[in-house]
């Protein structure tokens, strides 16, 4: 892998494959009160008319392709432990705790209320903040997650990768990756990679979001009581029922949500409009184009 350091290296040749116009690209921080840095991307001129959230073990960057294609200026938080953000010492990254850093964003970074996207944990996180902050947000969109969904659980194989947290380069990790089973061709694992990575002050290069570190150690943790899981869950189903704004729910055929969740989903929200996609649980890079068009489209419903 080339020894280049700036995270927007891969985003002309996205916009040039995907006949799209480049847009400005900066990366924001600020300080939270406890004084942890919050990290975000704001892409395009103007104030964000948009701001997604990411899933657990991802970043801002997971979007880059979604925005693209969306051309509005889009407001993209790296969540508590994730991107360039700070990890959490609590190690607290529960929805509601999330919330509360997403809050600060949006009343730092933004002039109007927004189309709060959020995908995995960042939906569940975006329906926390519609639900305590309706004058934040103009319309709420769930991407591939619904409440009673426990993504806490990670797979053997993802233990097993992150058992190896750190490398002495990125091809290592790239090499790594491909030998489990993750990413796609080579370019695509690389660009992953980089930008989901960090070179410590000892040169060694480690995963950049908190959950690595905690994936190989959760398969030995004490689990969850049932009734714990059951606490959370109603306090994603009572967030929902509390949100004020439009609400749409967007499904990957492939993903996470299953039949009898979007079912479920439904009665709960019936007042949600409800799609579903060809598309795995990562909506936003296995069929960004739809879920871009589903976003504009909100955000043409929108009174500004």
Known sequence: MANDTDEFRYLPAQAAALGTDLPAAERLSLTLPDGRALSAIRYGEGEPEATLLHGAGLNAHTWDTTVLLLRRPTLVID??????????????????????????????????PQVLVGQSLGGLTAAAVAAAHPELVAALMIVDITPGIDTAAAPAVLARFYEQTDFATRDEAVDRAISHGFGGTRPDTERGVFLNTRVRDDGRVEWKHHFAHLAAHALGAVPERPEAAVVRADQGWA???????????????????????????????PAASIVTLDATHNVQETAPAELAALISDRLDATPR
């Open 79 to 112: 969540l508590a432990g994730h991107g360039d953000s700070s990890w959490r010492e609590d190690i607290d990254y529960t929805p509601h705790t999330l919330a509360d850093d997403v809050v600060v964003a949006l009343q730092t970074w933004t002039a109007r």
């Open 239 to 269: 967030d929902l029922a509390s949100v004020r704004a439009p609400i749409a729910f967007v499904r990957g055929a492939s993903g996470f949500v299953s039949e009898g969740d979007m079912a479920e989903f439904a009665h709960r929200v």
